[in-house]
């Protein structure tokens, strides 16, 4: 079982840039597949971007593609979130996921492919 801790959000301007990080302990993240999401108030949860294990290759949401960039460090046994040019509508819970297995591109988008998150950091972009 792996535990997961989200860090890095806040408060910024848009147009600016944040980074988040997701730091695992108790498995190493090598083992997983791993993906953003993020929950803005009142919506559902929604696909931000993923690792895939197997062939180390990422993915990103068409509303974020351009703009943030993911990436895995496993000597560190942590996942980011780069964020840029960030938008109001980027305001959202961002949660990070873990999860095993070799799931198809389509279901790595999907938030119930990953069997463990971490709580979520706040991320608030302002005008």
């Known amino acids: 079982q792996v535990q997961l801790v989200e860090s890095g959000g806040g408060l910024v301007q848009a147009g600016g840039s944040l980074r988040l990080s997701c730091t695992a302990s108790?498995?190493?993240?090598?083992?997983?597949?791993m993906a953003w999401f993020r929950q803005a108030p009142g919506k559902e949860r929604e696909f931000v971007g993923a690792?895939?294990?197997?062939?180390?290759?990422?993915y990103t949401a068409d509303s974020v593609k351009g703009r943030f960039t993911v990436s895995k460090d496993n000597a560190k046994n942590e996942f980011y979130l780069q964020m840029n040019s960030v938008k109001p509508e980027d305001t959202a819970v961002y949660y990070c996921?873990?999860?095993?297995?070799?799931?198809?591109?389509?279901?790595?988008?999907?938030?119930?492919?990953?069997?463990?998150w971490g709580q979520g950091t706040q991320v608030t972009v302002s005008y």
């Open positions: 108790g498995r190493t993240l090598s083992t997983y597949n």
């Open positions: 690792h895939r294990r197997s062939l180390r290759t990422t």
């Open positions: 996921a873990a999860g095993a297995g070799n799931p198809t591109s389509m279901y790595l988008r999907v938030a119930s492919t990953y069997d463990y």
